[in-house]
Every structure is written in C-alpha cells, then in structure tokens.
C-alpha cells in the first residue's frame, strides 16, 4: 500500500499491509505487555506523557511536514494541529486526576483499572491530533494499545512508534498495524478491550453493530455531523460571514464539527450575509501548503469528484447554486447552495461546501437546525444574550458556540454529541471516562473477627 501527496501525486509513505496474522501478533504483544505496564505506577506513566509531549515538540515541524504532505493541509494548519498533540497531554494528565482519579478514606477507597488492549482506528483529517487524543489518555491509565492510522493518510504511523520510543514507553505497549479495510476487520476480530474510534457514521455504526452482544469491549465512537449554524441578527454583518466562512469553509471542509447548514432569516439581512460570504469565497486564498493561503487541497481528488457529485445530485432535488464548487485536481474552491425548497438529504458531507435554508423565526430555526440524525456542533450568531439563553438548551448538539464558528472546541471540554455523532462516549477532556473503570472498595477497620449472626 502506498499513499501519495493529494496535489503533486508524489509518494508520501509506503509499505506492506498488516495481514490477520500480523495484526494478531500485534494484539498479542500488547496483552503480553498489559500487565506490567497496568501496574506500573501512575507517576511514572505520567513521566512518560511528558517525555511524550517534548519529543513531539522537538519534533513539531517534521509532523506538521508529515501531516501536510499526505493530506494537502497548510503548514499554519499543520503546525497548530501538531501543538495540540503536545498540548494534549497537559490536560489528559489534569482530566486523569479529576475523573478517574483515585480516593481513600478509613472505611472506603476509589480507584480506576484500565481496560487492558484498546485499538485505536485513526481517522485522515487529523491524523497526527486525534488519534493522539485517544492514545494518550488510554496509556495514562494503563492500557496498550494497536494503533491503525487511516489508510489515507499512514506516515503518521511510523512517527507516533518514535514518540512512544523517545518518551520510555515499555515494548509492546504502543503498536501500529497498517492498511486498509482488511486490516481494520482483523483488527475488530481480535482479542481487544476496547475500539476507539474518529470517523464516518457508517463506519462507525457498523463498529458498534459488530460488537452488539459483547459488553465486554468499551466502544468511544465519534462520527462527525451535519452541523446547523443559525444566523439569526447581528448589527456587524461581516463579522456574522466571517464566522460563517469559517465555519463551513476551514481545512477545505474536512472538520466533523465543520458548519454545513446555515440557517438564515429572508430578508435584507439574511440577503447581506449571503453576499459577504459570497465575497469571502471570491476572494479566498487557496493553494499549496508552503504559500499564504486559508485553504489547501481536500484528501484526494477522489474527494474532490465525490464533492463534485453531491452538489450535482443536490441541484437535481432543487437546490440553487449562489456560488457553484469549482473542482482543480484535489483543490476545491468553496460551494454555497440555497436548499430552502430543496429535497436535501441529512448526510455529512466532507468538503468546502455550505447548504443555506431561508428560515424566519427562531423557534422555527431551532426546529430546521434539530432536524438531522447528527447532533455534533451547532452555532448562533445574534446580538442578544438572552436569546442565547433560550437557544442554548433546545439546541441538539454537543458542541453549541455563541458568536464562534462551530469548529472551535478545546481540548479542555468535552467533544462529542447525541444522535449518529456517537455513542454517548465523548473525546477530548471525558476521554478519561472511557480508557478506564471504577473499582469501589470497602476496607475493614478492625482485625478481623466473627462478625456474621448466627444462622
């Protein structure tokens, strides 16, 4: 298998995918190595993050390189995505200690056990943050782990193996099988703990119907949404298309949390907003990864075409292009339809494109913006405080911002959401939730004596 740079189609990684036997021998190396590394002190497991955290920094330009070559990122963008990997481990170590720590009293004590082989299924958009946000946490508390990077984007692979060498951790503890679906499916098969998982909603409900039945495997499954953001009033117009172009627009469209439906009143404001948001996408910087540009290329031009489709198949159930997809090999300049009276379907689509629905009334936007199987990400843009205060607890969404885009999360919150976005097993800070369980003691006081009545 191979990967190649989505812009030159120069070969970025290549190698030989993990057959069954390859991937249960990884799986078994890191059972074998379970036991110890579960009992090694947390002081030293948290030694070791940090030691993880310093190479990723000394080491931040060659990931973001990595990062950018195969995906078709900018360098900005890939620069700040590799920040976040080191940054993570700060707030992993602080969520360990709040929501899985442990507590003691005379009578009483509370620790967390980890759950023992967990596999980890990277998703291409972050390749290097996201799976690093389940890895992380899941060896703080003790676990192995059998790492898979997308088959899109498998460079990374090599370099997390450096991170875990130069960080201490024991052999066996951090494993990289590579490949594609096959691989994935042995992968499933294996003798796992847990699956944790950043990807589509249909990958992601076939994981969690594979292992119905079997309670005994944790499952954290992200899987992206079809994320509303209400545009209801605001007395800076460009400020509101600002917050929209970012939205729908930011890494070429690639982000779960990306705005894809904006919901907009009739009229002349709602009019305005369109327009400067026409004139961001006009004047959008989009180019190669090295120049000053806001966006790069999507994945591949296999995306690009599939992008190109669904805007295709959306004019034909009665959307209005206001600003048609322009395709270059893997580039896409930004879309933006009108699908007021359009027979749009509830999908996630990953690309720069943006779907506008005409809607007065916030109890009427709140509606159009709930009605999807996702709940990720949602957002309003108003001027009024106390409207937020009421839109806030109707919207379905994890992630609901206030005169933000809806991409900004922080990885010292949660992120996650209801409906086809998950499983109920958010990331980020709650990631401490799921790479481990409680164990409740209750520890005698006295020496032990004849304590029971007399049957």
């Not at 950018?68 to 995505?81: F, N, Q």
């Not at 009293?105 to 056990?113: D, G, N, Q, V, W």
């Not at 499954?221 to 545009?231: A, D, H, R, T």
Request: hydrophobic letters at 45%.
């Amino acid at each position: 298998m191979k990967s190649t740079n989505p812009i030159t189609g120069a070969i970025v990684w290549e190698g030989t995918a993990a057959s069954a036997a390859d991937v249960n021998a990884a799986v078994s190396t890191a059972r074998k190595a379970f036991h110890g590394f579960s009992l090694t002190p947390l002081s030293e497991r948290v030694a070791m993050m940090k030691r993880w955290a310093e190479a990723v920094t000394v080491r931040k330009e060659e990931i973001a390189r990595a990062i950018s070559d195969e995906i078709g990122k900018p360098m900005w963008e890939a620069r700040t995505e590799a920040g976040a990997m080191a940054g993570k481990v700060a707030h992993s170590i602080r969520a360990q200690a709040e929501r899985a720590g442990s507590a003691e009293s005379e009578a009483m004590s509370l620790h967390h056990r980890p759950h023992g082989v967990m596999a980890v299924f990277g998703p291409f958009n972050f390749p290097g943050h996201l799976p690093n946000g389940h890895i992380v946490p899941a060896l703080l508390a003790g676990n192995t782990v059998v790492f898979k990077p997308s088959e899109l984007a498998p460079s990374l692979g090599r370099l997390f193996v450096e991170l875990g060498q130069a960080a201490g951790l024991p052999d066996g503890v951090l494993n990289v099988v590579q490949g594609g679906r096959e691989t994935g499916a042995a992968l499933l098969d294996a003798d796992i703990d847990g699956l944790l998982f950043t990807g589509s909603a249909a990958t992601g409900t076939f994981f969690h119907k594979h292992f119905a039945g079997r309670p005994n495997v944790i499952l954290a499954l992200e899987m992206g949404g079809n994320n509303p953001l209400i545009v209801h009033d605001a007395a800076d117009v460009d400020a509101a298309a600002d917050i929209a172009t970012v939205s729908a627009f930011i890494s070429a469209g690639q982000r779960c949390s990306c705005a894809r439906r904006l919901i907009l009143p009739t009229g002349a404001f709602g009019d305005a907003v369109l327009d400067r948001i026409v004139a961001r996408i006009d004047e959008m910087k989009i180019g190669t990864p090295d120049e000053d540009v806001f966006i790069g290329s999507v994945v591949s031009k296999d995306a690009a075409k599939a992008a190109m489709e669904f805007e295709a198949k959306l004019r034909e159930r009665g959307g209005r292009s206001l600003v048609a997809l322009e395709r270059d090999g893997a580039f896409l300049r930004p879309g933006l339809m009108d699908v007021t009276y359009a027979d749009a379907p509830d999908e996630e689509i990953f690309a720069p494109f943006l779907q506008v629905h005409r809607i007065d009334g916030i109890d009427d936007q709140i509606a159009k913006a709930n009605a999807t199987r996702f709940g990720l990400a949602a957002g309003l843009v108003s001027d009024d405080a106390e409207l937020w205060k009421r839109v806030r607890p109707r919207l379905r969404a994890g992630i609901a911002n206030w005169n933000k885009p809806t991409t900004g999360a922080a990885s010292s919150m949660p992120f996650g959401g209801p409906g086809l976005s998950g499983n109920f097993r958010p990331g980020a800070y709650y990631a401490a939730d799921y790479c481990a369980w409680p164990q409740a003691s209750q520890i005698a006081t006295d020496p032990i004596s004849p304590s029971l009545p007399n049957f």
